[in-house]
């Protein structure tokens, strides 16, 4: 079964740190570039950061950068992004995706709440 599940979310007071994985099955991992997205009710949906495949560029939203890394474990087909310097405006539900060709992948999302 095709299928990325994340895990990660939870409640953080500014300034604090979050871990967010994403375990993926059923497909081609390694080939495939991974992404992770946000989005908060009412807007579109917007790319976070972008590990690519073998060679694991990556690239990060002007917003996150410098705060938030993400990485991929191929062996384990595991892709994380590490959240560090949490704001208020990182709220938002977090998403793991997959892309390859016209092949697009999604998770159920897992939700990020930064606050007092």
């Known amino acids: 079964q095709v299928q990325l599940v994340e895990s990660g979310g939870g409640l953080v007071q500014p300034g604090g740190s979050l871990r967010l994985s994403c375990a993926a099955s059923g497909f081609a991992f390694t080939i495939y570039t991974m992404n992770w997205y946000r989005q908060v009710p009412g807007r579109e949906r917007e790319l976070v950061a972008t590990a690519t495949t073998i060679d694991n560029i990556t690239t990060y939203a002007e917003a996150v950068k410098g705060r938030f890394a993400i990485s991929r474990d191929n062996v384990q087909k595991v892709v994380d992004l590490q959240m560090n310097s949490l704001k208020p405006e990182d709220t938002a539900m977090y998403y793991c995706?997959?892309?390859?060709?016209?092949?697009?992948?999604w998770g159920q999302g897992t939700q990020v709440t930064v606050s007092s």
């Open positions: 995706n997959a892309k390859y060709l016209y092949h697009d992948i």
